[in-house]
């Protein structure tokens, strides 16, 4: 049998490459430079799962899932949303807190929860430090409402009243530890004078005991009142956040008033801490587009909620300021019933 000549290959250093081997060379070094470009496939590239805290068919449930469909189409991927409700928001928090910080799972962070319970319960599964801030999307801030007939008409008829007769005046808040609570716990703490808690299971029973004057005073965030108070049936005396909400701007904060109370709730978006940052930058940058996006904007105008877009940087930072003014709040005044 003749044998055809090897080929030499002209850049060899004196060296005879075989065509076989000299091909299957070409093909490792080819598959060598693939592997780079595989392991960096863009982001997303699979469906992400977001854990809720709490139930559905709630207020962060509805908002939650609003997101989820605008983050969708500028993701590219699926956004599932699961919830994982009970113990005041632990269980979903903790089960977030032990996933991988790799981009496809993240959840919604509310507070005041997501900070006090790990403060009122040292054997909470988590911490601020489990989790990488991505975005903050609504602030919410608390009220203290009354009858439209109420005959406290200002927040300081309702101290002077408590001043004269404490621990009988009832106000009703979504529980303890809500921001609801803390909320008037500070004003308790600052005035000195002391009132009648009175803790239900969600917003809507509050309204109700107010509505059926049951009891006198109910402590909601404004989303949740708004809409009575604009058929005249309720008025709040006070909202609590750091400014006027553009929704009720006829209504003072309790700092104009003289009453340092700064209380309402957050709802953002975070990761498990460990997230890389250009994964962390991504999801903040869909979450803003989403906010910014007109008919996002609509549909948070018909669920009543007040939209304040942080980024991961602002949004640590004052995640951070808030849990240490709850730190100081619980050596003073906890609220453990």
Do not use: C
Not at 124 to 135: M, Q
Not at 283 to 295: H, N
């Amino acid at each position: 049998m003749v044998r055809s000549p090897a080929r030499r290959h002209p850049g060899a250093a004196g060296g005879v490459f075989p065509v076989q081997r000299r091909s299957l060379l070409a093909l490792g070094a080819g598959l060598v430079l693939a592997a780079p470009a595989l392991a960096q496939a863009p982001y997303p590239d699979r469906p992400i799962t977001m854990i809720l805290s709490y139930a559905a068919g709630g207020g962060t449930d509805a908002a939650a899932r609003t997101l989820a469909r605008f983050l969708e189409r500028d993701l590219g991927q699926p956004i599932v949303v699961v919830n994982r409700p009970g113990a005041g928001g632990e269980i979903g928090w903790s089960e977030l807190a032990r996933a991988k910080p790799d981009g496809y799972s993240i959840g919604f962070a509310n507070t005041p929860g997501i900070l006090t319970v790990p403060i009122e319960r040292p054997q909470a599964r988590f911490r601020l430090e489990d989790f990488a801030p991505i975005a903050n999307i609504v602030d919410d801030p608390g009220g203290v409402w009354v009858l439209a007939d109420s005959p406290y008409r200002t927040l300081g008829d309702l101290v002077e009243a408590a001043r004269k007769a404490p621990g009988t005046i009832g106000y009703g808040t979504t529980g303890i530890g809500s921001d609801d609570q803390l909320a008037m716990l500070a004003l308790e703490r600052q005035t000195g004078v002391t009132f009648l808690h009175v803790p239900f299971a969600g917003s809507s029973q509050v309204r109700t005991a107010l509505l059926s004057r049951n009891l006198p005073v109910a402590v909601m965030n404004m989303a949740e009142g708004v809409a009575d108070g604009r058929q005249g049936l309720i008025w709040p005396l006070a909202q609590l956040g750091p400014r006027r909400w553009e929704a009720m701007p006829e209504v003072p904060t309790a700092r104009e008033l003289g009453f340092e109370v700064v209380e309402g709730s957050m709802r953002g978006v975070v990761a498990p801490a460990g997230v890389p940052r250009p994964i962390l930058d991504r999801l903040a940058g869909s979450v803003r587009r989403a906010v910014e996006d007109p008919e996002f904007q609509k549909a948070a105008q018909q669920q009543s909620l007040p939209l304040r877009f942080l980024g991961p940087d602002e949004y640590r930072a004052e995640l951070l300021a808030l849990r240490a003014g709850y730190e100081k709040l619980w050596a003073v005044h906890p609220w453990k019933e």
